[in-house]
Every structure is written in structure tokens, then in C-alpha cells.
């Protein structure tokens, strides 16, 4: 009996041997798909995340967002120091729902897992240390971005809702955004998924929408504001500042019995300049114009050059994960094909199917303060892997709607606005300012306040945009008081 | 075939020596220490990787389970001083890897805070200490009341008729009664959900059987060798002799079908034709076992997938098996967690306590019965390839020792006891690991030595008593005879002298 029970012997290590091959199937040939299984074996690769500090991501030297570690299973708590004020911008990494903005747009070097931290992975394999994310540093600045918070939520109007953007336009880059009503990323970030739930639910079901990214994801009617767009086409076809124009009280577009008036309290002669018509927001001029001599082509056009209809993304964020809207023009077209031209009427006045973001609106201002060159957006000024910068912002013009000429017409226009028309609210001592205001309407709901414009001095050209959604009555004259705190803060 | 004369472990009297034979037993004591060594540490790493710091009293668990071997190991050295000096530490090791583990759970189970002052009198581990406790007295209460393995045969009809009933209990008892996780292997008493007691009869029923197969089998291996035709050069038996084989086919079919569990059906059934073929030296029983086995496996596959009905629980398990992601999170979550687990683990693993079996934020286990059943995985995340392996070639070892037990030992009846339990043992390790790997079919087994349980421990520790015993009597020098304590002869020529089986 013995050569059998050798035998068995042969048999028991030919199983254990299919064991043990199978163990390296498992454990070596498929152990990077389970690991990093987010499907099924989400629960570890979680955890794994959270082995390791998170990078900070900084405004002006102090963290808006950084990692403290904790005695969870998770080991370290997302927390916002900037909280509310921040949040449409830096957005929130949440346990179990996923991450927004800038903390998802740089998800990778913030967590550490980008390709730049190889030296750091193989370092840790024999130091056994983990070493923290990397440090994303923006662009904002803190005092343009809290003033522009503070004046927004604190407006004098008690408007729920509105939206600041502020951009650097000589560069681009983002000095401050910020949104209304905002929320408390520090509510999203803690380890009890069921808080965080119910959390995302309140706010969800809450009619002002505090989630809603208002200054760079939604798109509204611009009012008034569009005249800027439509004056830049108008110079671009020959029409001078102080070419006259048609105004007056009233204008009734061809195939309507519908007329364009002049908001209450303009006074628009029947002969006024492209200028004069900007200045005091003459509805009239500029709606005869686009119809009988622009043309619709030819404000779409220009409209385009500025970013409508396009997708504009910020630097680095090829994804779009900062949600930006397109502004659109919409459709001026009848069933026939041929231009609608009461459409094309009320388009000239930023009404009917045109929608711009905030954002779209600072871009407009910042590529006529920066003489035409519109440059392209950015957030992130520098990535720190272990305090060595590994990307550094590098500005690029993103388009060039206008010639210098055009820039400068419509910068002398519009700081003729604000300093002897409707934007005086957002004058600065000493400053070149220039702005259009813009009130529009929206169905039944009251009209939202529009302001978007820039300040120059000393080389420093800062572009901005405000908007109160549904601000009603005198929401332009406090959107445009808003914007002179944010470019007065901007120019410190 | 002639086999030329044993390797024997240690030199025992060779020609012309008057020395006295080795008993090892201080070697089987260094072995011993070594081992606990090995689980102290692990213990220690699992503390350093809960707790971040190594308490004062990480050793309890493990000096207490020290004791108890200790204990075993001065039994051994009363009542078996020549068995074999591997077994003991061997299975020591992977029992005290077993605490240390249980131990890791409780720790991982308690609230971060206060896992630095756990008592290491709490939990599973501690119940999983009394049972090493109670397994270990009733495995020296065994080498006691068995001086001598061949008394086993005086019982074998009692012992096998035991055994089926163990083995049929189950089956017959309303699943209340008997069904954990939908297999039904065990006895419970007490409340349904949470019995208060229960014990898995099949691990018992594994000696029992063996007993009578062994008995059975040395008085009928003449007639089992017969040879009818030959085939291929394989000489098959005649049809008539089928019938024990037919037999226990069908009743680890009626297992399969009846208990709903595929692992205790292969085991059973592997268990008998592998003593069979152990008897008989007929390579044709393995054939015709396998083609059995198998061909009985896929027509129960095919009868769950068209009739269902007692089939469709073999039938559900092996689509799981096939692919389990496709039913991640429902009946496949099991085996999908323990692949992940693995998966996770790698080549080394993510380190003693580092694992992530169970979420202290989520009150939840991540890799279901992890106490049990899928002790492996939970393992294999923290220890890796590597610390499997190291765990597999252990239990190798025990398998290995023991058929060199029985490859030592002079009788049949001994030869085909431990062969057919050393293999028994083995097979139940491939069952098992190969289930949470995915390489066969899950079924629900226990991991012998490491999972938490009572019957499990206890039936595996009497079979340790009975390896320990049929190697004692293996390495006894014989006094007896012509030629002064010449042990060795051919194995064979001892092996027909069936006389001393029966006596």
C-alpha cells in the first residue's frame, strides 16, 4: 500500500500546487483590478484615498481647503476654512458624493496619485511614509473674493440670488467668483454618508438652488449689457462713437405690432450717437440699428467672437469640470429661414433668446479693457508637489474679438457710461472705470440687475461682472455699486 | 510495485547500532516555541497596525494558547513519545494564527478609541481559546484511551454506522434546525438567527467513516483488486464489486442534492475513493471515482438549471463560481469580497491589521464570515501571497507527515486510516481555499486550525490524535522479532498480514 499513499502524497501537492497557482492568479496577476476597483471594492479604494493627506489648496498663502487627520477608518477629514465663500469655486470632496470644481478639476494632484508623484510612490516603498497631495494654489485673491461675497449676500436690495466674477485682464486669471445663496462645504465633507445625504437633499429641495454655480454654470437674459456687443459690431463696420443714430421713443420693428420702448426715465432724442445711445441706454437706437443696417449675421457674429457659442474652458480643465455654460444668442430666424426681424430687435437689447453667464459678461469687458485680446480664463496659478512647483500658470489669448481701435472706442465709450450714465454707482476716485448696466426682463418674474465692466490704473486692467437674479427694481444700479467695492478691492 | 525500504525521518536502529531510537521530543518542543514565536509576532504587528503601539499584555492570548500546547506536547511525551515532532508545532502554528486573527476581528470590531484596552479575555478569540482548550483534551483523552490505533477496528460497524448518521442528521432535520447560509451541515439549538448552540456533525463524521472504509476495505481489498478487463493498460474491476462504490456515490449525491453543499459531497466521496484506491493499489477506482464525481457534479448542474429544485442551490453555485462580478452585490458578494480581499492583499499584503474586513463607521463587515468560512481572504489581504503560501506549505507539512505516518506504520488497517485522513485533511484545505480563490465552486467548509468554531477544531485535533498515534506506532522501535530491533521490511509483505487487523 505504500506506492499508493506516495501516490496521494504526488496528489496532495498537485493540489496544493492549483491552490497556490491560483493564488497568484488572484493576488498577483489580477491584483491591481481589484484594488483599484471602484465598482466593487469601492470601500478600499476609498480608504486608500484617504491614507494619505489630501493637498491644500491655497488663496493668498492661507488654505481654503485643507486635510485634518482623524480616527476613522477614514483617516483624514476634508474642511474648508473659507467655507461658504468659496465654495462655488473650490467645490467640495465628499466621502461618498463624489467631488466638484477645482477640488474634482485637480482630483489627481491634490490626492497625490498624479503622474508628477512618482519619485514620491517610490520613495514611500522604502520609507514606508505617506507622503501628503500635492498644494493647489489659485489665482483668487482673498480680499477681491470676500468683498465680492459679502457685497453680494449683504446686497442693499435683498436680492436671494446673484453671481460676481472678477478676472485679471491682462492674464485671465480668476481674482474672484462667487455665487448666491452659497452653502457650507464643511457640511458635505464629514464621514457619516447619512448627514451628508440629508445635507445634499436640504439643499437640493431649497427653491434658491444654493448648489446652482450661478457664475459660471447658468446662463441668463444680459439686458442691456449685449448693447456692448453690439456696439463692438457696429464699430467694426465702420459706425463711429459719434455716428447718429435713429432713436428715439419708441420703435416698431417690421412684421410686429409690438414696440420697443426706452426704459423709464431715458431720455433718447430721435437723433442720438452710438456713444450717447450706450451712455444712457437707449433701447430704441440700438434695435433700429441691429435690424435695419447690422444685420443678424453680423451680430451673431460678433457675439461669437466675444465666446457665445462656444465652449470656453478655464485652463487645465480641457473636461469642462468647472461646469461652465455656454452663452448663447439664439435663434433670430423665422419658420421661413429668413430673419426674424422682431426677434433680431429684441435680441439687440440682450432679450428674447440671448443668454450670457456671468463669466461670459467679465470676458466681454476684460477682452475690451486688455485692447481686444480676450485672454483665456485660468484658476490654478501653481501646483506644489512638496513645495516645488511643478506647473506654473503660463496666460495665452484665448480670442481676439476686436482690434485695438474698437477697444479703445468702446473702453472711452464705457467709461463714459459710468461717468456721466447709468453705471455712476461704480465710479473709484483716480480710476479709469467703464461698465454698462443691464436690466432684464425674464417672463413674469422681476427683472434681473446687470453690470459688467472694468477698471484700469497703473497697468492694471481688472474686468467684472454682476449679476442679481430677479433683483427687481434698482437691481442694475446695485449690481453696478457692487462691482465698483469689487474693483475698488481689486486695485489694492 | 516494490517499495524499497522507508525513508524514515529520523535514523531509527540500524544494523549493528545498539543505541536507543530518538523520540524527537525535544525537537517537537523547539519546534514548538518556534511556532508561538511566529504567532507572538504576528500578534504584535497586528497591535503595531490597530493601535499604532504594541500594549503590554498583546501576549495573553498567545501564552495562553502556549499553555494548552504545552500541555499536549508533555501528553505526547507520556503517552506517544515516539510520534512524529512535526505535527504538533505545525498545527500549533496555524491554531495560534487562528486566536491571533479572531483577535484581530475583536480588535477591529471595537470602537478606535478603545481597542488600546480591550480585554484579551473578550470576544471570539477567547471562545475560540476554550475550544483550542476543549479540542486539545479531547484530542490527549483519545491518545489515552487509544494506545493502540488497531482498537479503532474492534468498532468500525458501530463507528461507521455513527458516521451516517452524523453524516444524515442534517438532511433529515428541518432546515431551522439545520441550515446556515443555505447549506445544510449543522444542528442548531436554540434560536434561529442566533443559535446559542451549534456543531457541524460532518467534521466528526469524517473519522468515523474512515474507520469502517478502513476496516472495510482491508478485508475486501482481494476482491476489490480483481481485475476484469484491461483497458488502456488500466485493469478495471468487475461490475459486481462496483456496489460499495455506487453506494457512497449516491449518498454523497444525496449530500449534494439533500445538504446542498457540494464541498462535504466532494469530501466524503474523495475521502472513500482514495482509500479504495489506497487498498486495492488500482488506479482504475480513482478513474471511475472521478468520472462519478464529476459526471454526477454536471448532470446536477444541468438538472438546477431545467428542474431546479434541490439541484438549483448547486446549480446558483456554480454560476457564482463561473462569474461572480456578474452578481456583485447579491449572491455572488461573498465570494466577490474574498477576491477583492485577495486581490487587495497582494504579493504582500497590506500588513497584520491593516486590512479592511470590517468598517468600524459602517458597523459592517465587508468580507462576510470572515470568522470562517473566509478566514483565508481575510488573511490574504494582510498577509499577502506570500504569507498564504507560507500558511499553505504548513498545512502541506501535516498532510505530507501524515502519509508518511502511514507509510511507516506496519498494519493496514493504520496505513489506510491515516492515508485516507492525511488526504481527508488535505483535500479539505483544497476545498475550501480553492472556493474562496475561485478556482472551484464555493461550498461552506471550514479552514481546519483556523477557523473560529467548535466541531471544526475538535474533529481536526482528534484526527491529530490519530496521526500522532498511528506515527507513534510507526516509530516505536520493535522489540519483538527476530534480528534485534530490525524495523524495517518491506512494507507490502507486512501489509498482508491481515490477521492483525481483525484480532
Redo the contacts between chains.
Keep these: 500500500?505504500?506506492?499508493?499513499?506516495?501516490r496521494?502524497?504526488v496528489?496532495?501537492?498537485v493540489?496544493?500546487g492549483?491552490?497556490?497557482a491560483?493564488?497568484?492568479w488572484?493576488?498577483?496577476y489580477?491584483?491591481?483590478?481589484?484594488?483599484t476597483?471602484d465598482?466593487?471594492?469601492h470601500?478600499?479604494v476609498q480608504?486608500q484615498e484617504y491614507e494619505r493627506a489630501r493637498g491644500q489648496v491655497v488663496v493668498d498663502g492661507s488654505p481654503v481647503a485643507k486635510s485634518v487627520e482623524t480616527?476613522?477608518?477614514?483617516k483624514y477629514l476634508r474642511q474648508y476654512p473659507g467655507g461658504a465663500a468659496y465654495a462655488h469655486v473650490v467645490g467640495y470632496k465628499s466621502v461618498d458624493f463624489g467631488a466638484t470644481l477645482v477640488e474634482r478639476m485637480e482630483n489627481d494632484f491634490l490626492a497625490g496619485t498624479a503622474d508628477s508623484f512618482l519619485d514620491d510612490r517610490i520613495a514611500e516603498m522604502f520609507t514606508g511614509k505617506e507622503s501628503p497631495g500635492g498644494n493647489t494654489l489659485l489665482t483668487l485673491k482673498k480680499g477681491v473674493q470676500e468683498t465680492a461675497y459679502k457685497e453680494l449676500r449683504d446686497n442693499q436690495i435683498g436680492a436671494d440670488r446673484g453671481a460676481v466674477v472678477a478676472l485679471d485682464a491682462t492674464t485671465g486669471a480668476l481674482l474672484a467668483a462667487t455665487s448666491t445663496p452659497s452653502f457650507d462645504p464643511n457640511k458635505l465633507t464629514i464621514?457619516?454618508s447619512g448627514a451628508v445625504r440629508e445635507q445634499i437633499n436640504k439643499l437640493e429641495k431649497d427653491p434658491d438652488k444654493p448648489l446652482l454655480n450661478r457664475a459660471f454654470s447658468e446662463i441668463f437674459p444680459p439686458g442691456s449689457t449685449f448693447k456692448v456687443v453690439v456696439a463692438a459690431a457696429a464699430l467694426e463696420n465702420g459706425v463711429k462713437p459719434d455716428t447718429v443714430l435713429k432713436g428715439g421713443s419708441g420703435y416698431q420693428a417690421p412684421d410686429t405690432q409690438q414696440v420697443i420702448r426706452n426704459a423709464p426715465g431715458v431720455v433718447c432724442p430721435e437723433n442720438i450717437t452710438l456713444k450717447q445711445a450706450l451712455t444712457v441706454s437707449c433701447n430704441t437706437a440700438f434695435s433700429r440699428y441691429g435690424v435695419e443696417q447690422l444685420g443678424a449675421d453680423k451680430l451673431k457674429e460678433a457675439a461669437k467672437s466675444f465666446g457665445f457659442e462656444e465652449q470656453t474652458t478655464f485652463t487645465r480643465d480641457e473636461k469642462n469640470t468647472m461646469n461652465v455654460a455656454i452663452s448663447e444668442t439664439g435663434k433670430m430666424e423665422g419658420p421661413d429661414g429668413n430673419v426674424d426681424r422682431p426677434a433680431l430687435a429684441q435680441s439687440c437689447i440682450g432679450q428674447r433668446d440671448v443668454k450670457m453667464s456671468p463669466l461670459q459678461g467679465a470676458l466681454i469687458a476684460a477682452a475690451i479693457a486688455n485692447g481686444g485680446d480676450q485672454m483665456r480664463p485660468y484658476i490654478i496659478d501653481t501646483l506644489q508637489a512638496d513645495a516645488r512647483a511643478v506647473y506654473h500658470a503660463q496666460p495665452s489669448v484665448l480670442r481676439k474679438p476686436i482690434n485695438g481701435d474698437v477697444a479703445a472706442q468702446l473702453r472711452d465709450m464705457m467709461t463714459n457710461v459710468v461717468e456721466n450714465g447709468t453705471g455712476r454707482n461704480a465710479r473709484i476716485d483716480g480710476v479709469q472705470v467703464g461698465g454698462k448696466t443691464g436690466t432684464a426682463q425674464n417672463g413674469d418674474a422681476p427683472d434681473h440687475g446687470w453690470f459688467i465692466g472694468f477698471a484700469i490704473k497703473d497697468g492694471k486692467k481688472i474686468a467684472v461682472a454682476v449679476l442679481l437674479q430677479n433683483a427687481g427694481s434698482g437691481g442694475s444700479a446695485e449690481a453696478t455699486r457692487i462691482a465698483g467695492e469689487v474693483l475698488k478691492a481689486a486695485l489694492k | 510495485?516494490t517499495?524499497p525500504a522507508?525513508p524514515m525521518p529520523t535514523p531509527v536502529v540500524t544494523t549493528g547500532s545498539v543505541r536507543r531510537p530518538r523520540t524527537r521530543r525535544n525537537v517537537e518542543l523547539a519546534l514548538l516555541i518556534f511556532a508561538m514565536i511566529v504567532v507572538a509576532l504576528y500578534s504584535a504587528s497586528v497591535e503595531a497596525g490597530m493601535i499604532q503601539k504594541v500594549t503590554p499584555d498583546f501576549w495573553v492570548p498567545i501564552g495562553a494558547t502556549f499553555v494548552i500546547f504545552l500541555g499536549m506536547h508533555f501528553a505526547i511525551r507520556w503517552l506517544a513519545p515516539y510520534a512524529d515532532p512535526v505535527l504538533l508545532p505545525a498545527v500549533a502554528l496555524i491554531n495560534g494564527l487562528g486566536v491571533a486573527f479572531l483577535r484581530r476581528l475583536d480588535l477591529g470590531a471595537a470602537a478606535?478609541?478603545e481597542r488600546a484596552d480591550l480585554s484579551p479575555f473578550t470576544g471570539d478569540s477567547v471562545r475560540q481559546l476554550f475550544w483550542t482548550a476543549a479540542a486539545v483534551v479531547g484530542a490527549v483523552v483519545l491518545l489515552f484511551l487509544m494506545r493502540d490505533h488497531k482498537s479503532l477496528s474492534r468498532y468500525a460497524y458501530t463507528l461507521g454506522l455513527v458516521g451516517i448518521v452524523l453524516v444524515l442528521i442534517p438532511a433529515v432535520l428541518p432546515a431551522r434546525f439545520s441550515a446556515i447560509n443555505g447549506a445544510k451541515l449543522w444542528i442548531k439549538v436554540g434560536p434561529e438567527d442566533d443559535p446559542f448552540f451549534s456543531i457541524q456533525p460532518g467534521e466528526f463524521a469524517k473519522i468515523c467513516l474512515l474507520s469502517f472504509f478502513a476496516y472495510y476495505l482491508v478485508r475486501k481489498r482481494e476482491v476489490l483488486s480483481l481485475a476484469a478487463k484491461r483497458i488502456a493498460g488500466i485493469d478495471f474491476p468487475r461490475a459486481r464489486d462496483l456496489g460499495p462504490v455506487l453506494v457512497v456515490w449516491l449518498v454523497s449525491l444525496m449530500v449534494l442534492i439533500f445538504e446542498k453543499d457540494l464541498g462535504t459531497s466532494l469530501l466524503y466521496f474523495g475521502m472513500f475513493v482514495?482509500t479504495l484506491?489506497?487498498?486495492t493499489?488500482r488506479v482504475s477506482w480513482l478513474i471511475i471515482g472521478l468520472l462519478l464525481f464529476f459526471g454526477g457534479a454536471i448532470s446536477a448542474y444541468f438538472l438546477g438549471a431545467s428542474i431546479g429544485g434541490p439541484f438549483a442551490n448547486f446549480y446558483d453555485r456554480a454560476n457564482i463560481w463561473l462569474d461572480p462580478?456578474a452578481t456583485?452585490d447579491t449572491t455572488g458578494y461573498q465570494l466577490?469580497q474574498s477576491?477583492?480581499g485577495?486581490?487587495?492583499?497582494?504579493?504582500f499584503g497590506v500588513g497584520p491589521g491593516a486590512g479592511?474586513p470590517y468598517?468600524?463607521?459602517y458597523d459592517q463587515y465587508?468580507l462576510p464570515a470572515v470568522h470562517n468560512d473566509f478566514v483565508f481572504a481575510g488573511l490574504?489581504e494582510e498577509i499577502?501571497?506570500f504569507g498564504?503560501?507560507a500558511l499553505?506549505a504548513v498545512?502541506?507539512l501535516i498532510?505530507?507527515r501524515g502519509?508518511r505516518a502511514?507509510?511507516t506504520v506496519r498494519d493496514?488497517f493504520g496505513?489506510?486510516l491515516t492515508?485516507g485522513l492525511?488526504?481527508t485533511l488535505?483535500?479539505q484545505?483544497?476545498v475550501i481555499?480553492?472556493g474562496i480563490?475561485?478556482?472551484i465552486p464555493l461550498t461552506g467548509q471550514t479552514t481546519p486550525f483556523l477557523s473560529a468554531g467548535g466541531s471544526s477544531l475538535m474533529a481536526n485535533w482528534l484526527l491529530v490524535a490519530v496521526l500522532l498515534r498511528v506515527s507513534d506506532a510507526g516509530r516505536t522501535p520493535v522489540t519483538l522479532g527476530s534480528g534485534g530491533g530490525g524495523v524495517v521490511a518491506p512494507?507490502?509483505k507486512l501489509?498482508e498480514i491481515p490477521t492483525e487487523v481483525v484480532r
Design positions: 500500500m505504500n506506492a499508493p499513499l506516495r496521494v502524497g496528489v496532495v501537492m493540489l496544493f492549483l491552490l497556490f491560483n493564488l497568484n488572484q493576488q498577483v489580477k491584483s491591481d483590478d481589484y484594488r476597483d465598482t466593487h471594492n470601500i478600499r480608504a480616527t476613522d477608518t477614514l464621514h457619516d | 510495485m517499495a522507508v478606535a478609541a482514495v484506491y489506497i487498498a493499489e462580478f456583485a466577490v477576491l477583492l485577495l486581490g487587495t492583499g497582494g504579493m479592511l468598517l468600524e463607521d465587508v490574504g499577502g501571497l498564504l503560501t499553505l498545512y502541506l498532510v505530507e502519509l502511514a507509510i493496514s496505513k489506510l492515508g492525511s488526504f488535505g483535500l484545505v483544497f481555499i480553492g480563490s475561485q478556482l512494507p507490502q501489509a
